[in-house]
């Protein structure tokens, strides 16, 4: 089956099967991915599977590059991703586009439209409305001319508030050396010293720690504005490959007819 495995060929009709329930049974697929896997089609048709969307998860599962996103220094208290992606948004394409993000944040948000932009604010319910990290994301999907601008922005207020302890710790680290240094501890100036290098020390690893969790927070977010940019880059490309309306004429269609033959018709013959 032109060297698709298995677990390939499951991967590929779970990620038809959830196509078709976004974009329903529309278009036609190019007979040349036909002819290249017969077998694949032959399968998802017993299955009920529109092969537009089986075309377009055989797209997918090719790769389909796309521009890295990068992070925009957005201040200690926001992080902020921007991508660029050919395509346009859709109503069709916009939904798929939403169930990855509200599945990336674990919300529910809602979608407002402005003259070139569409924009995805979360609107967490219960507590959840009180934290900072879960009911600020946002996302704009904006139409630049050249293509589509996606904005990634995630508050990280509450993710500094961890670096208390940090601050606690310092702070520990420097009273116990101020103490030990006017010997004000006495003959206990020495576990003064000692405590002053565990607070630091500590003090340094915590640290540490919450810098590699802002940036994990960071790269989640590239990654989410990635999957936005396959999104739109894999519709185009789909679209690209699907037989359309308009029929393709060669160069040398006309040539060699420049004298036309007109034949009469019987009502003339008569």
Partial sequence: MSNLKEE?????????????KFYGNTG??????????PDLFEITDSMDIHRAHVAE???????????EPFILDAGFSTAKVVGFSKGQVDPETLKELRAQIQYHFNTVGDIKHRKTK???????????????????????LEDSGSGIKITVIQSLKTLNKFYLPMLMGIFGSVMFF?????????NDAEVGIIMTGIFGFASFLYSRFMKTRRQKKKNNLVDLAERLQHILERRLKANSVQVGATI???????????????????KELN
């Fill in 57 to 67: 998860a055989l797209l997918e599962h090719q790769g389909i590059p796309v521009d």
């Fill in 118 to 140: 569409t924009i995805w604010k979360a609107k967490p319910k219960g507590l959840s409305r009180f934290i900072a990290s879960q009911n600020s994301p946002e996302v704009m």
């Fill in 8 to 20: 390939e060929i499951r991967k590929i009709v779970s990620r038809a099967t959830m196509f078709q």
């Fill in 248 to 266: 393709p004429i060669p160069d040398n269609e006309y040539e060699g007819n420049d004298e036309i033959e007109i034949q009469p018709s019987k």
């Fill in 178 to 186: 101020a103490a030990s240094v006017f010997e004000q501890m006495g």
């Fill in 28 to 37: 036609q697929v190019s007979s040349s991915l036909e002819n290249e896997y």
